[in-house]
Each structure stands twice: as C-alpha cells, then as structure tokens.
C-alpha cells in the first residue's frame, strides 16, 4: 500500500510540473503567433523549460531562435552552436541505446530531437552566422556559416552510415542554402561547389520534393509507395507525383540559380546547359543579370505535435508480463477468461479497429487490427494544418506603384518532414509501448479481478468495485504513459526565397495569393520596407 501511494504521489508531482511547462510553452507560441518577440522571450525564459535537464536541447533551439529572431546574434549563435554539439553527443553516441532499449516513457527521456530538428539546427547556425556577417561585415562569419553548412552535411552522411530507415536521407533546404553561402565567399572554388549543390538541389527536386504537399498533389501515395519501394524511384516518380505550380516556381528557381553561376564561372557552357534544363526565356534573360536583393520569408508556425489515442488489443501483452503474481492469475485463469473479463466487466472494447490507421503509412498497421479486449495509449502525431498558399512578392515604389512580382519559392516545408519522420516510426513505436503499457494494464486487470470475486455474490457491487480499482489505476497508468508531446515550437512552417536585381533606394515590399495561376494586380499585405545599398543584400520576413 505504501508503495502504491509513493507511485501515485510521483506521478501526480510529475503531471503537475509536465502541465505548467505545458501551460507556458503555450503561451510562449502565442506571442510568437502574435510576432510579439519580447513577451516570447520573456515567457521563455520564466519556463521551467531553462530547467529541464531532459529537454535541455529545446531549450537550446528556442532560445537561439528567439534570439535570433530579434538579432541578437551573440546569444542565437552561442545556442545553436550548443546546440549542435549536443545533437552530436546525442546522436553519435546515445540514440543508439535508446533505440536498442525498452524505454520507460518517452516523455520522461532526453529530448534527442526529431530528424527535421536536428537538420534544421544546423541551419539556423549558418543563417545566424550569415546574418551576422551582413551586419558586422566580419568575414570569419561567413566563414563559420560555411562551416555549419559542412556539419550539416556531416550530419546526413552520419544518417546514411546509419542503419535508420528512412526517405529523409538529405535535405533541399541544405543544397539551396548551402549553394548560397558558398556563393558569398566569392572565389572560383565555392562558385563550383555552390553549381554543384544547385545541381544536386534539382536531381533530388522529385525524390525529396515529392513529400512535400506543396510541391506534389499525391505526397501521401507517393510516401507510401517509397516506404513500400515495390517500384523502382523512377517508377514511384513518374506515377505518384503530380507537380503543383509550386514545385514548377522552385524548378525554375533552380534553373535560374544554376544558369547564373554558369554564366558567371563558364560562360561557353551556358547556351547548351540552357538547352539541356529547358529553362524558359524569362529565366535565362533573369540568369544573365547580376541580383543582388535576397530575401527569405519564413511563414507561420510549424503543425503542433499532439497527443491521441489508440487501441492495442490485450492478448498479444499477455506473455510479456514479468511481474510473478500477474503472471501467475494469467496462466491460472487463462487468457480468454482475464480477456472477457475485461470486456464484460470492465468494458475494454477497441475504440479504433485498425491501430494507427489515421498514419500515413496505415498500409503497414492493418495487421495489427484490434477486434478483442483493448485498452487506449497515446502516440504524439502531427496536427494537420491548412495547405500552404503559392505566395508572390511584390517589389513596390516608395509611393506604391508595383515593380516586379516574383513567386516565393518553397524550400523547406516543416510541417510535411515533421509528419514524415515521426510516422515512419509508427509500427516499432506503436508495437512497444502498446505492448508496455497493456502489461501494466493488465497488472490492474488482475487486481480488479482479484476484487470483483471478493464481491461475487453481490454483481452489483463486485463490478462497482472492481471498475473504480481499474480506473484509479488506469488514470495513473495514463498520466505516466502521455504522449511525447517536445517539439521546436518556434519553427516557421515554411521557408522561402527570392533574388531580383535593385537599384539602390528604398522600397516597398507585400505579399499576395496567387487565384488560378494568376497574381492580383496589388499585394494583400505589407510585410515593411527595404532600403537597398550597392552592396548584396539579405532581408528577412516573418509571418
């Protein structure tokens, strides 16, 4: 008995301190909604997030973005830095036994960080360094944000040494930003690196890209059919990928990015490469002209990671239990008796017929469909969100009259590869801790049985009694079992970006929704104003 109040008084403490940095992570994304980037500092660093060792890589990755998110260079590059050598500690020498182990809960481990997380930190270091050399002038920066792009791919060679499965192998987001770094150092060999990584960008447009909703109407088939690979990649590409107006907006990015370093670095090769990317007029004429305005517009937030429920059956947790005195009532009783018990008794019916069916990769599930006693758990999954718009940028006068309208090209969709790599861990995941948490189910089953005879003779009260046993149990069984919910909460939905050619002076910059194909004459909204010098220029917007 002792012990029993010892476990529900753990576990209500851990609740209590697991719901108020709920609570304030909450608040912390809303003011971040809001652009309201002081007050999200502010919540920030109050939480009890600064004081979680488990979730001490959170902690990083936000308090970097916050910082950068204001400019505060120092600090989001001092956090991002940390950061990133934490995720090598963590991933090069942890994950692996935590992968190997039967972890008690998730919520309750280290935080290594999510596949696209990892990546993208890698990101924001050489952006925030990159930042701080347009600011400064300093070219030891540009210098460490070219490092950071090399970590970055370390980071993915690291993957695909790896025994992991999964399709997020590299990522687009590192070719195109990587591309552009290379291309500020300005000499004959970071030029050649950067065409390369243009290159690379394209050939792995459809493989990659063909995840992205944004750029493919059937990413969910097309996902299904790679982790199957009952087709050839070609095959697979050539069947399940129908390209938006979006994708065809990054492709010519493309072209247009590696038409301009051939311009610049072999110039006898760029009427015959033209020939061979079928680039459009527009994009060769754009390709020959010196650009010297960059923009990169992040959108909204990436899809909160929530808890929700699933059934697992019963039966197949039956011969994992360890505890002696369940076990022993089990092989006493026999299986179908403790099942109908659950059933009858305490009316452990499956609310869900296919497990995760609601998983992109449901195909993989069916088998474990759950007809017979069950109980719920949770898995964390990726709320969906309303499908990204094909956004264009407007360049206007300073009395407003419209310049250029150029289409904001999506690079990265965070959303999508959050989806993507949480869910291709859905079948070990869903096996384990189903099968976790209905052997401590049925240790509860087993005591509520165990009273249920003690009231025989009385049905009414033997199952009124037996049922509240189960529940106070199950309730502590589920507060401990809650879904793994730590996400980069401050990560932009969507990162895009745009180069033209200005002429010094101030400007206007909006935004508007591309309507069948077409843009609107004026933009919806106005992000701010710019004011271009004769240097190269970055501008960042956030929305």
Request: glycine share 4%; charged share 25%.
């Amino acid at each position: 008995m002792v012990r029993k109040v010892f476990y529900i008084g753990l576990t209500l403490a851990l609740v209590s301190c697991a719901s108020g940095l709920k609570e304030q992570m909450n608040d912390y994304r809303k003011n971040l909604e809001l652009n309201q980037f002081e007050k999200a500092q502010d919540v920030l660093s109050k939480s009890k997030l600064k004081e979680d060792e488990k979730s001490k890589l959170l902690w990083l990755l936000e308090n970097g973005s916050i910082n950068l998110l204001q400019k505060n260079y120092d600090e989001a590059i001092k956090n991002f830095q940390a950061a990133t050598e934490l995720i090598d500690d963590l991933y090069t020498t942890k994950i692996s036994n935590k992968l190997a182990s039967f972890v008690v809960n998730d919520a309750q481990d280290v935080y290594y960080g999510s596949a696209h997380e990892r990546s993208l930190s890698y990101y924001y270091l050489a952006r925030a360094h990159y930042e701080r050399y347009l600011f400064k002038k300093e070219r030891n920066d540009l210098f460490a944000a070219r490092a950071a792009v090399l970590a970055w791919d370390t980071y993915f060679q690291t993957v695909n040494r790896s025994s992991v499965k999964t399709l997020y192998r590299s990522d687009i987001l590192l070719k195109v930003f990587g591309a552009q770094i290379h291309e500020q150092i300005q000499t004959a060999q970071d030029n050649q690196i950067a065409l390369q990584l243009y290159k690379d960008a394209l050939k792995m447009s459809e493989r990659i890209g063909g995840i992205f909703s944004y750029f493919n109407d059937k990413s969910s088939e097309f996902i299904k059919a790679s982790e199957e690979k009952l087709m050839k990649d070609s095959e697979i590409s050539h069947k399940y990928f129908s390209s938006t107006e979006g994708y065809k907006d990054f492709v010519d990015f493309l072209h247009f990015k590696i038409l301009s370093l051939t311009y610049q670095v072999r110039r006898y090769d760029f009427d015959k490469l033209a020939r061979e990317l079928k680039a459009s007029e527009a994009v060769i004429k754009s390709a020959k002209k010196d650009h010297n305005v960059k923009i990169i517009f992040e959108e909204s937030l990436i899809a909160r990671k929530v808890g929700e429920k699933f059934s697992f059956g019963l039966k197949g947790a039956m011969g994992k239990v360890d505890d002696p005195k369940t076990r022993s009532v089990i092989l006493a009783q026999g299986a179908p008796v403790i099942a109908a018990f659950a059933m009858n008794v305490l009316k452990l019916y499956p609310s869900r017929s296919t497990g995760p069916g609601g998983f992109i990769f449901a195909h993989q599930v069916t088998t474990l469909a759950v007809t017979e006693a069950a109980i719920e758990f949770e898995l964390p999954v990726i709320e969906k969100k309303e499908s990204l718009k094909r956004l264009g940028l407007y360049v206007m006068d300073e009395t407003g009259k419209v310049i250029t309208i150029r289409p904001l090209v999506l690079i990265a969709e965070t959303s999508d590869l959050a989806r993507l790599v949480l869910e291709e861990n859905v079948v070990s995941q869903y096996a384990a801790t189903g099968t976790r948490v209905a052997v401590k189910h049925l240790a509860a089953i087993v005591a509520a049985m165990g009273i249920y005879k003690q009231f025989k003779d009385n049905e009414l009260l033997a199952s009124t009694m037996a049922i509240a046993s189960y529940i106070a149990s199950s309730k502590a069984i589920a507060w401990m079992e809650e879904a793994d919910t730590r996400q980069w909460l401050s990560l932009p939905e969507g990162i895009r970006v745009q180069e033209f050619k200005l002429k010094p002076g101030k400007y206007k910059v909006g935004l508007g929704v591309a309507t069948s194909e077409k843009w609107p004459e004026t933009p919806s909204k106005t992000l701010g104003e710019i004011e271009v010098s004769k240097n190269k220029e970055l501008f960042t917007f956030r929305l």
